[in-house]
């Protein structure tokens, strides 16, 4: 049985429902029935269900070569690396390629111990940057620490967006600071303004790297190809992951030129920057590229985001987000109504215990929103058990 806590920690709501097939912004489960799909598996699907662009591309690598040791070079692997430092924020020049967000975390933290020379940390309370033990030292909320005392690294955590408290954190001893620009699993929390630009100038005055993780926010989700242009700040490393390979597995911890050479052999990964992943997250991120998701991500989201204001549902607490990275926030506990509007034909995803959240892929439609909009409001006015 799945406890109150799993639903909290972003567990499945409702168990019994089978998704066989996607197309675009749907799925549909083994019965026939069809959803829209609000939360993109997490953020993975940017891109949509079933690319076109992603497949042709999966399809044609695979008659190919599907693996070859990063000890070699390879054409879809390069061409990845100068695709992805096309993208990113000013004054990024390396990538290290591996397979999930939380690697990347992992080789981010390995790489700032090493360069820096120290080994403190600061984060952010309510922040979410994965599961293994290097990446959950930095995950605030208890329930995914439990029985980690003793393995966990030091971090000191402050409250995301008050910038005395982080001046007081961070030190000549600090070896990074990790931020998400946007807190996801924290409840889509977006930082005041200048408040990214003021955290840089702290780590710049104290000798310490800023890590931002764009895992979640990155790829277009904001309105901005990674949400940390938003603010114009330039980070030491960045984490990304989730949407890169448009379904496949893949990550990457991409560096800024003002970083050291890293030692070569500090860190590996033996299916990192695998061809067939590669040739999936090039074709991604050129479908990403020419179909504008990041100027399509803004103008949708703003559409959902005064959609659901406009609702005027005395359940409602607030509406906060950037681009098609939204949280509706209730009064009660969202996990009654995310399982009332997967019977509908919604299917969002939690964060926390009273935010609805909304990840849709990029590729949505206004009406499928209108739909979402709609159907949120007949969930949220009628009785939920």
């Given at each position: 049985m799945l406890s109150e806590s799993d639903l909290e920690s972003g567990a499945i709501i409702k168990r019994g429902i089978?998704?066989?097939?996607?197309?675009?912004?749907?799925?549909?489960?083994?019965?026939?029935?069809?959803?829209?799909?609000?939360?993109?598996?997490?953020?993975?699907?940017?891109?949509?269900?079933?690319?076109?662009?992603?497949?042709?591309?999966?399809?044609?690598q695979s008659e190919e070569l599907i693996y070859v040791s990063s000890s070699y070079d390879n054409p879809a692997r390069r061409e990845l690396m100068e695709r992805l430092l096309s993208v990113s924020p000013e004054g990024m020049s390396r990538v290290f390629l591996c397979n999930s967000g939380t690697e990347s975390m992992e080789a981010a933290l390995k790489f700032a111990f090493k360069l820096t020379g120290r080994k403190k940390l600061v984060a952010a309370k309510r922040a979410f940057h994965g599961r293994t033990l290097g990446s959950l030292s930095l995950t605030f909320a208890p329930a995914h620490r439990e029985g980690m005392d003793g393995l966990l690294l030091p971090v000191e955590f402050v409250p995301y967006g008050v910038i005395d408290e982080m001046n007081r954190a961070v030190t000549e001893e600090t070896a990074a600071v990790v931020l998400e620009p946007i807190q996801g699993e924290g409840g889509v929390h977006v930082p005041p303004e200048g408040y990214l630009k003021a955290v840089?100038?702290?780590?710049?005055?104290?000798?310490?790297?800023?890590?931002?993780?764009?895992?979640?926010?990155g790829l277009c989700r904001t309105g901005r190809f990674f949400a940390i242009q938003h603010s114009s700040v330039a980070p030491d490393i960045m984490c990304v992951g989730k949407s890169l390979g448009g379904g496949l597995p893949i990550a990457a911890a991409v560096l800024s030129r003002r970083m050291g050479e890293v030692p070569k052999g500090l860190h590996g990964s033996t299916f990192g920057g695998n061809p067939l992943a590669c040739a999936a997250a090039n074709a991604s991120l050129e479908f990403m590229v020419e179909e504008r998701l990041?100027?399509?991500?803004?103008?949708?989201?703003?559409?959902?985001?005064?959609?659901?204001?406009?609702?005027?549902?005395?359940?409602?607490?607030?509406?906060?987000?950037?681009?098609?990275?939204?949280?509706?926030?209730?009064?009660?506990?969202?996990?009654?109504?995310?399982s009332a509007l997967l019977d509908k034909g919604i299917a969002a995803i939690p964060t926390g215990a009273s935010v609805i959240r909304f990840l849709p892929p990029l590729v949505i439609g206004k009406d499928d929103i209108d739909t979402a909009v709609s159907t949120v409001k007949e969930v949220l006015d009628g009785p939920v058990s």
């Open positions: 089978e998704m066989v097939r996607g197309d675009g912004c749907h799925v549909w489960d083994a019965t026939g029935k069809k959803y829209i799909d609000m939360g993109a598996s997490y953020g993975v699907l940017n891109v949509g269900h079933r690319n076109r662009m992603v497949l042709d591309a999966i399809k044609a840089r100038e702290i780590c710049d005055e104290k000798g310490a790297l800023l890590i931002i993780d764009e895992v979640q926010t990041d100027v399509r991500a803004a103008s949708l989201g703003k559409h959902l985001m005064d959609g659901l204001r406009d609702l005027k549902c005395p359940q409602i607490r607030e509406v906060r987000g950037r681009g098609l990275m939204v949280g509706l926030e209730l009064r009660s506990r969202a996990g009654p109504f995310l």
